[in-house]
């Protein structure tokens, strides 16, 4: 512990087949620009394909094996929330290989950063997601930016309008998986896309009885792909 600024721990491990392994989890504590994780580890592995007999093919895994994980969350304002993670490691199998459960969890992590904004009837989200791993498939999101128009009256009359419209740019990417699930450790660019799409709706709600909700609408939608 440092204090209220910081706290972790060391991880220093040594396996009698595999060799050892040794990093630090650390936090780090930034009042209203959030909470910051920094998980590295690092290992040896005197044999890095012993795991991998079960499975027909992995290509070849690195004696010198490594995952980077950073994750960031804050609140600076009241109507801002901002969110980023980063999952890096040098082979598809070492989360499988070290860290169990996390990977049964999830074995395919992704790298992120988002912001969200809110006000009272509006909120615009932005999504970017490179590809940190290239043996994982993975569509990247560069940017991928989203305007929420939530239900509001339309002046004072008895309809209501809401929306939602939406902008980004995508690459797809897919493993090559050639003789095997993870085979090779260079994924294949598969195709880029721009998209947008807007749409927008007016209703008026009814109430009959005390209890009969009606509510009729109109809207359209319309979609853009380059």
């Known amino acids: 512990f440092l204090g209220d600024v910081a706290d972790g721990k060391i991880h220093l491990d040594y396996r009698d087949r595999r060799g050892p392994g040794l990093g630090p989890d650390i936090n780090v504590h930034l009042g209203r620009w959030g909470d910051a994780t920094l998980k590295y580890y690092y290992v040896h592995d005197s044999q890095p394909n012993y795991s991998t007999n079960v499975y027909p093919y992995f290509g070849n895994i690195p004696e010198d094996r490594q995952r980077v994980y950073l994750g960031w969350q804050a609140t600076p304002a009241t109507n801002l929330n901002l969110k ?4 890096y490691q040098t082979d598809p199998l070492f989360l499988h290989d070290f860290f169990e459960s996390t990977y ?10 988002e912001a969200q904004k809110y006000w009272d009837n509006w909120s615009l989200d932005a999504l970017v997601t490179p590809r940190v791993n290239d043996f994982f498939s993975q569509v990247e999101r560069l940017p991928d930016v989203q305007l929420t128009g939530y239900r509001q009256q339309v002046f004072d009359t008895p309809v209501y309008y809401d929306s939602q419209s939406s902008a980004g740019w995508y690459r797809a990417y897919s493993a090559n998986m050639t003789n095997g699930l993870y085979a090779g450790t260079n994924g294949i660019y598969a195709a880029s896309a721009a998209r947008a799409d807007t749409y927008h709706q ?21 979609t853009y792909y380059r």
């Open 202 to 222: 007016l209703t008026l709600p009814w109430t009959f009885f005390h209890w009969l909700n009606v509510t009729p609408r109109v809207g359209g939608r319309l």
């Open 104 to 113: 049964t969890a999830n074995p395919q992590p992704n790298s992120f950063f």
């Open 84 to 87: 980023a993670l980063v999952n």
